[in-house]
């Protein structure tokens, strides 16, 4: 077993929580006037979803959200990731409102404030409105104003009371794995269409800033980003320019533009057939100052030089002798540590927070009524260390999410992958929470006392 780090390494005022998103919990998809998003119109294609799942009812968290936040609150969790479904706010996805979609987020927000449960709210999950879908998606510009006019409605219902907003999740995803590898929405595999699509969603997050600091200037606002760090699996030159290129590719495209205002040069060389269009002023409002970065960080890449495949031409390994997750996904906890003070030591964020953290396991629950994940526990126990140790070397690190807090729709791979630290089974909707989320209740009141 890993053990916990002490509780004492973390400052008061720390934030240990966990994290979800509309789609992947909410079901209700066809509810008091939400409309169609991209996702539900990809989940309904025949042979996209590994379990010809859909999020239609998912963990029934529209209608039960209230035993959900009192679950959270009997583990003691201080901070809670949720995103507002932008289809069921706008559901045309610009124009006419539908109070009753904010309605619901206003319920749980104040659910979670009179819980003791500080809300974190990401405005972009990946659920695009079907008519902006429609309308090119994130192929055109018009569709990062569009993002800009939705954050500000959410903003002027829920600003007095959400401490810390996140435009994005993961750009990286929406883009490459959207629109290269095909296994997201709208799942597409062109790199022309995956680089415009990752321009247009940075525009997004900068216009989004801009137009929601005009309308609140005191709310505090960031993105969370998928980072990864890369290692070589073998000596060489070679296996070094793989692991800067899958670096490049991963990690800088999304970080440079935002914090250093420009697209690393040496992939961009790279890409210099396959650009898109860059105005004038983009990238000075895709790098407006925010307030804080949320990571998402599962695991790393380990990498060999492989030409004969697509570009960055990096081969994943796997590290003989590691645990890996359901998602094939090693359990390395130093790569956390890594990231975060190479994170600090390159982008100087003011604030960082892990907006995501977990593993998927095989969970079932016992005859006992028990679920066992000891890897998970392992897991959560090695990833706070890692948190540990970089605050110690001076990481403004102020919050710890779990992924998930309960099992969830998995995208592509629908219900086959359980992340969270409370089971679902999805016949009965009735909740458990595992082993992990009893050790990570007990680590969070020691950090209190
Ligand atoms: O489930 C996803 C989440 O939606 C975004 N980050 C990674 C998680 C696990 O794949």
């Given at each position: 077993m890993t053990a916990f780090p002490d509780p004492a390494a973390f400052p008061p005022g720390f934030k240990f929580g966990a994290a979800t998103s509309a789609y992947q919990i909410e079901g209700a998809v066809a509810e008091d006037g939400r409309g169609p998003s991209w996702w539900d119109t990809f989940a309904h294609t025949p042979g996209l979803i590994r379990d010809a799942s859909t999020g239609d009812i998912a963990c029934d968290h529209y209608h039960r959200w209230a035993e959900d936040l009192d679950l959270m609150q009997g583990l003691g969790l201080e901070a809670y990731r949720f995103s507002v479904a932008w289809p069921r706010v706008l559901p045309e996805g610009r124009g006419r409102l539908n109070p009753a979609g904010l309605d619901f987020y206003e319920r749980l927000v104040d659910g979670l404030l009179a819980r003791g449960i500080t809300p974190y709210a990401t405005l972009y999950h990946w659920d695009l409105?079907?008519?902006?879908?429609?309308?090119?998606?994130?192929?055109?510009?018009?569709?990062?104003?569009?993002?800009?006019?939705?954050?500000?409605?959410?903003?002027?219902?829920?600003?007095?009371r959400v401490?810390?907003?996140?435009?994005?999740?993961?750009?990286?995803?929406?883009?490459?794995?959207?629109?290269?590898?095909?296994?997201?929405?709208?799942?597409?595999?062109?790199?022309?269409?995956?680089?415009?699509?990752?321009?247009?969603?940075?525009?997004?997050?900068?216009r989004a800033v801009q137009a929601l600091r005009a309308e609140r200037p005191g709310a505090s606002l960031g993105i969370?980003?998928?980072?990864?760090?890369?290692?070589?699996?073998a000596p060489?030159?070679?296996?070094?320019?793989?692991?800067?290129?899958?670096?490049?590719?991963?990690?800088?495209?999304?970080?440079?533009?935002?914090?250093?205002?420009?697209?690393?040069?040496?992939?961009?060389?790279?890409?210099?057939a396959v650009m898109p269009g860059?105005?004038?002023?983009?990238?000075?409002?895709?790098?407006?100052p925010i307030d804080h970065l949320g990571i998402n960080y599962y695991t790393r890449g380990h990498v060999l030089h492989a030409p004969e495949t697509r570009y960055p031409h990096a081969a994943e390994q796997r590290v003989p002798g590691a645990h890996y997750s359901t998602m094939e996904w090693e359990d390395w906890p130093e790569g956390l540590h890594l990231m975060l003070t190479r994170l600090q030591r390159d982008y100087a964020p003011k604030a960082i927070y892990i907006a995501e953290n977990g593993a998927a396991e095989p969970d079932v629950v016992d005859a006992d009524g028990r679920c066992r994940d000891t890897a998970r526990v392992n897991y959560l126990a090695g990833h706070l260390g890692a948190?540990?140790?970089?605050?110690?070397?001076?990481?403004?690190?102020?919050?710890?999410?779990?992924?998930?807090?309960?099992?969830?729709?998995?995208?592509?791979?629908?219900?086959?992958?359980?992340?969270?630290?409370?089971?679902?089974?999805?016949a009965?909707?009735?909740?458990?929470?595992k082993d992990s989320a009893l050790a990570y209740r007990d680590f969070i009141a020691a950090h209190r006392r």
């Amino acid at each position: 077993m890993t053990a916990f780090p002490d509780p004492a390494a973390f400052p008061p005022g720390f934030k240990f929580g966990a994290a979800t998103s509309a789609y992947q919990i909410e079901g209700a998809v066809a509810e008091d006037g939400r409309g169609p998003s991209w996702w539900d119109t990809f989940a309904h294609t025949p042979g996209l979803i590994r379990d010809a799942s859909t999020g239609d009812i998912a963990c029934d968290h529209y209608h039960r959200w209230a035993e959900d936040l009192d679950l959270m609150q009997g583990l003691g969790l201080e901070a809670y990731r949720f995103s507002v479904a932008w289809p069921r706010v706008l559901p045309e996805g610009r124009g006419r409102l539908n109070p009753a979609g904010l309605d619901f987020y206003e319920r749980l927000v104040d659910g979670l404030l009179a819980r003791g449960i500080t809300p974190y709210a990401t405005l972009y999950h990946w659920d695009l409105p079907q008519p902006l879908a429609d309308a090119g998606g994130w192929q055109v510009r018009e569709t990062a104003e569009a993002f800009a006019e939705f954050s500000v409605q959410v903003m002027r219902r829920l600003g007095d009371r959400v401490a810390r907003w996140a435009t994005l999740n993961e750009p990286r995803c929406s883009a490459y794995v959207g629109h290269l590898e095909g296994r997201h929405a709208p799942g597409w595999t062109d790199l022309a269409a995956t680089l415009k699509a990752a321009h247009h969603l940075l525009l997004a997050h900068g216009r989004a800033v801009q137009a929601l600091r005009a309308e609140r200037p005191g709310a505090s606002l960031g993105i969370v980003l998928d980072v990864k760090p890369f290692t070589a699996a073998a000596p060489g030159a070679e296996h070094e320019a793989a692991v800067r290129r899958a670096d490049g590719v991963f990690n800088r495209w999304f970080l440079d533009p935002i914090f250093k205002g420009r697209y690393p040069e040496d992939i961009a060389a790279d890409y210099a057939a396959v650009m898109p269009g860059i105005g004038a002023d983009d990238l000075a409002l895709i790098s407006q100052p925010i307030d804080h970065l949320g990571i998402n960080y599962y695991t790393r890449g380990h990498v060999l030089h492989a030409p004969e495949t697509r570009y960055p031409h990096a081969a994943e390994q796997r590290v003989p002798g590691a645990h890996y997750s359901t998602m094939e996904w090693e359990d390395w906890p130093e790569g956390l540590h890594l990231m975060l003070t190479r994170l600090q030591r390159d982008y100087a964020p003011k604030a960082i927070y892990i907006a995501e953290n977990g593993a998927a396991e095989p969970d079932v629950v016992d005859a006992d009524g028990r679920c066992r994940d000891t890897a998970r526990v392992n897991y959560l126990a090695g990833h706070l260390g890692a948190c540990a140790r970089a605050l110690a070397e001076g990481v403004p690190l102020d919050a710890y999410l779990v992924w998930s807090f309960m099992d969830n729709f998995e995208w592509g791979r629908g219900y086959t992958q359980r992340f969270g630290l409370v089971h679902v089974d999805y016949a009965t909707q009735r909740r458990t929470a595992k082993d992990s989320a009893l050790a990570y209740r007990d680590f969070i009141a020691a950090h209190r006392r």
